[in-house]
């Protein structure tokens, strides 16, 4: 079996959110699972749920993280935020990377969920790439703007390499 690298930018996100290990965590868009693999890995009580639109992302993760899907560490499942119900009953961090829906269309029922479902104290950690630095203002403002009218209070950190710039939501 080929060993799957995680990318630097994935690192630097998971490093912000400072995962603890009996944090119960969603990840909105899982995709090949790397965010999973490494959010896993520092998981001991705690759990994840992630979820993906697509199928595919869904058995990728679901195979690069088998073990920790067959230790009950890992629940993958495939739906989209708006649908979603949460199994775990409150979570303390919510991890997205590259996840659209916070800056190109409304998303006020996503955003009440997660302010629903988010403990007090606990974190909204949304990441994207910003290797097209005309668009970072824009990602920023909207995403920034989505989880404030849901509550949440903001604050924004960025690394120049990997460029990525988060946008942190705090309950």
Known sequence: MRVQTIPARIRWAVDIMDVGPADNILEI??????????????????????IDRSESGVDR?????????????????????ATLRVPVRRLNKVFAFNVNLFWVRSCTDEVALLH??????????????????????NIVEKASAALTAGGFRISVVDQKAPSVVGIIGKR
């Open 61 to 81: 993760t679901k195979r690069r993280c088998r073990k920790y899907v067959e230790s009950g560490r890992l629940t993958v499942r495939q739906i989209d935020l």
């Open 29 to 50: 868009g899982c995709g090949p699972g790397a965010g999973a693999e490494l959010i896993c890995q520092r998981l001991e009580s705690g759990k994840l749920f992630a």
């Open 116 to 137: 629903e479902r988010v403990l007090p104290g606990g974190a909204v950690y949304l990441f994207y790439d910003a290797n097209r630095p005309e668009m970072v203002p």
